[in-house]
């Protein structure tokens, strides 16, 4: 099961004017609606439509957007003028809306009656120039917001409200959210750190520190009946290496995996935090660093990163709430080393131990390996080869006057027979070939850790970086490094500008 708080609801909003009449403004009305219950009818959508009466004067439209803010049960609105809505009616409310918005550019008809239209039918659907002014309005107010074109039943327009969609859910579930660091740092790495009130700012989610010791008491206090019970679940979902099970010489890391899971996800549970990071200089009273803990409590939606990184952590929890009901996984990830066999080169994924496995290709192993840092004893972990096939790379980084989503389209392909490597793994081709996406992944300052997913689509990263008002830098099939270095360089000023000294 994956771990969410809410559905919350989109508000269909229609705009329209008083200039045609009460009898037009009644069609205008049933129309919005059967589109809104056309969409809220969209078993596909992840969020539900709610269709809102249609506004047609400055004080409705600004009691509107005040409405939206104050209601937590609303993520977002999709716009659409049926008619011609001035927009100078729109100002007032605009400057107050805080939750996300689509522009969704449609037409009641999709067919025009050539033999049957006459000026009221003219009139009437007139969105090809009602949303003009619309637009001009939302871009002369530098508004940030996703615009969708075509008729509403076209299923191209459903899938990008689609993505949009997950995009606002996770943004929603991001306001407010707690993310726990035990621990800090991993000492002197510089691109796990960064500024905590810069992004409770930009993006609405808190991180904050906890001492090891309140960890270690609940690991230490888990009932024997929770380890029992554990341990049958493992062995459901897992084959668990002999030496592991009930009558192996080592079933004792077994069970002090599970205590480090129970203890986690109490202590995760209680406190309310959607995402965690753990140190592995910062184990004071615990036997082994977490590893098969951490791998299954993402696989239940929370976020993780290793080392301290919580901005990698509370993404990795964002990109599960945009694949939520998807095919695929997500999961925390770490570019680590390469094939650079010509033509054939493909970057090695994982890390040292947590890997999510929902991105599994079949049924994990569970077992026991030393790892060479933290002077710990040998810690249990699933071990498991990613599924082939597209996925992507994303980094969210700090570049010290802001933030940078950076994406990479990659294709995952069979995982080679490793048999010394005790880790989860996954094998990718980047797009659009390596040395491009690697020169413009190190020239954008991409981190080595990420969020990766087979699930989540650079549009769903693209409409959540518009709504957070954040750079978002894309590596895909199209890239050529001319071109990219200078979005680079546009953007620094773009982002530099449109923050100001706020940041
Ligand atoms: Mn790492």
Not at 10 to 23: A, E, N, T
Not at 387 to 405: E, K, M, V, Y
């Amino acid at each position: 099961m994956t771990r969410t708080t809410s559905t919350p609801q989109i508000w269909f909003v229609c705009g329209s004017q008083h200039l045609y009449g009460p009898k037009t403004l009644a069609q205008v009305e049933a129309d919005a609606q059967a589109i809104a219950t056309a969409l809220f009818e969209q078993k596909t959508l992840p969020l539900p439509v709610r269709f809102k009466p249609v506004v047609t004067t400055p004080d409705e439209v600004t009691a509107l957007c005040s409405q939206a803010n104050a209601d937590p049960e609303c993520a977002g609105l999709i716009l659409w003028m049926h008619t011609f809505s001035p927009s100078k009616m729109w100002i007032r409310g605009l400057n107050l809306l805080s939750k996300p918005f689509l522009h969704l550019h449609t037409q009641f008809d999709r067919a025009l009656p050539w033999d049957a239209i006459d000026m009221d039918y003219m009139n009437l659907n007139q969105s090809a120039h009602g949303d003009r002014e619309a637009g001009f309005i939302h871009t002369r107010m530098r508004l940030g917001r996703k615009v969708v074109v075509g008729h509403w039943s076209d299923p191209e327009v459903i899938a990008r409200i689609d993505s949009w969609q997950r995009a606002v859910r996770a943004w929603t579930e991001w306001q407010g959210a707690r993310f726990c660091r035990f621990g800090d740092n991993m000492r002197a790495v510089a691109v796990t750190e960064g500024d905590k009130v810069g992004a409770e700012m930009a993006f609405g989610f808190s991180t904050n520190g906890y001492g090891i010791s309140g960890l270690v008491a609940r690991v230490d206090n888990a009932s024997q009946a929770d380890i029992t019970a554990l341990l049958a679940d493992y062995e459901q979902a897992y084959d668990i290496a002999p030496e592991l099970r009930r009558d192996g010489s080592r079933h004792d890391s077994l069970i002090y995996s599970a205590r480090l899971e129970l203890g986690l996800r109490s202590f995760l549970e209680e406190g309310g935090f959607r995402g965690f990071t753990t140190t592995f200089e910062d184990l004071h009273g615990l036997r082994q660093l977490p590893g098969m803990a951490p791998q299954r409590l993402m696989a239940d939606g929370y976020g993780f990163a290793g080392e301290g990184d919580w901005k990698t952590s509370a993404l990795v929890q964002a990109l599960k709430v945009m694949a939520l009901g998807l095919p695929g996984g997500t999961s925390f990830m770490e570019d680590y080393t390469y094939d650079l066999s010509e033509g054939q080169e493909a970057v090695l994924g994982a890390h040292m131990l947590e890997i999510c496995p929902t991105i599994a290709a079949g049924r994990p192993r569970v077992e026991l390996h030393p790892l060479g840092i933290g002077g710990k004893e040998d810690p249990v972990r699933l071990v498991f080869d990613a599924q082939p096939g597209p996925a992507l790379n994303a980094s969210l980084i700090d570049l010290g006057n802001r933030f940078r989503l950076l994406v990479n389209e990659v294709d995952a392909i069979p995982v080679p027979p490793m048999p010394k490597l005790p880790v989860a793994r996954a094998l990718w081709r980047c797009r659009p070939d390596f040395k491009t996406a690697c020169q413009a992944w190190i020239l954008a300052g991409g981190a080595h850790h990420t969020a990766y997913s087979q699930a989540v689509t650079t549009e769903m990263l693209e409409d959540f970086a518009t709504i957070a008002g954040i750079e978002i830098a894309v590596i895909d099939a199209d890239t050529k490094l001319r071109a990219f270095r200078r979005e680079l360089r546009d953007d620094e000023v773009y982002f530099h500008f449109a923050r100001g000294i706020r940041a």
